[in-house]
C-alpha cells in the first residue's frame, strides 16, 4: 500500500507558466516533507521542504503548499523554465518517530516537460 | 564541497554472484541510507546507518546487508542476486539521526543481474 501518491505521471507546461506538481499522503505520522528533482544518470537533488507545523514554504520561485487536513501537499514553480523539465519526487518522513528513524518515504514521481 | 559519491557508476552481475557497492557521505555528514529505485518507481528505503549503528531496516530480504566506517562511509552487500535486484542503488547522507533534516543523494550505481 503506497503511503505517498503521487498520481499524475506527467505534466507539460509552457514555459513561463505555473507548474503544479501534487502529492497525497496516507500515514498521519508523517510530520516532515520533501521534494526531489531527478534527471537522468544522476541522484535526486534536495529541493524545498516543509515541517506539518507550517502550510507554506517558499524558496525563489519554487513553493510548497500542505494542507494536513487533507492529507494533500504541492509544489508550483513560478515561472517555469526549460531547465527545470525533470522527474519530480515527493517525500515524507515520520521524524518524530523513533520505529521510522526518519527514513524517507518516496512516490512514484511526475515528470515534468517545459517546453519553450 | 564534494558531493555524495558512491562507486562503481555501473555493474553488470549473474545470477546468484555477490556484489559490494560502495558510498562516501558529504563531509560532516554521519548518517549515510541506502535506497533502491527500480524503473517507473520511487526510491525504496533499504538502511539506515548512524554512527556505524544500523538505526533503521525497510521491507528487504537478509540479502542484504550493510555497514559503516568510521570514517563514516558505507557498503552496501547483496548475495545471492536475483534478476529483481537489478535496480539503481543511491547512497544518501545527512547531518543528523532524526529529523527535520534533508537527505543529500549520490549518482547512484545502476546494477544489472543477468
Known amino acids: 500500500d503506497q503511503q505517498v501518491k503521487q498520481n499524475s505521471p506527467s505534466l507539460s507546461v509552457q514555459e513561463g507558466r505555473i507548474s503544479i506538481l501534487n502529492c497525497d499522503y496516507t500515514?498521519?505520522?508523517?510530520?516532515?516533507f520533501l521534494w526531489y528533482k531527478k534527471y537522468p544518470a544522476e541522484g535526486p537533488t534536495f529541493l524545498i521542504s516543509i515541517s506539518s507545523i507550517k502550510d507554506k514554504n517558499e524558496d525563489g520561485r519554487f513553493t510548497v503548499f500542505l494542507n494536513k487536513s487533507a492529507k494533500h501537499l504541492s509544489l508550483h514553480i513560478v515561472p517555469s523554465q526549460p531547465g527545470d523539465s525533470a522527474v519530480y519526487f515527493c517525500a515524507a518522513s515520520a521524524t518524530s518517530y523513533g520505529g521510522s528513524q526518519g527514513n524517507l518515504i518516496f512516490g512514484k514521481g511526475t515528470k515534468l516537460s517545459v517546453k519553450p | 564541497d564534494a558531493g555524495v559519491t558512491q562507486s562503481p557508476t555501473h555493474l553488470i552481475k549473474t545470477r546468484g554472484q555477490h556484489v559490494t557497492l560502495r558510498c562516501s557521505p558529504i563531509s560532516g555528514h554521519k548518517s549515510v541510507s541506502w535506497y533502491q529505485q527500480v524503473l517507473g518507481q520511487g526510491p525504496q528505503f533499504i538502511f539506515q546507518y548512524y554512527e556505524k549503528e544500523e538505526r533503521g531496516r525497510g521491507n528487504f530480504p537478509d540479502r542484504f546487508s550493510a555497514r559503516q566506517f568510521p570514517n563514516y562511509s558505507s557498503e552496501l552487500n547483496v548475495n545471492a542476486l536475483l534478476l529483481g535486484d537489478s535496480a539503481l542503488y543511491l547512497c544518501?547522507?545527512?547531518?543528523?539521526?532524526?529529523?527535520?533534516?534533508?537527505?543529500?543523494f549520490g549518482p547512484g550505481t545502476r546494477l544489472t543481474v543477468t
Open positions: 544518501a547522507s545527512s547531518l543528523q539521526l532524526r529529523g527535520p533534516y534533508e537527505q543529500y
Open positions: 500515514n498521519s505520522m508523517f510530520d516532515y
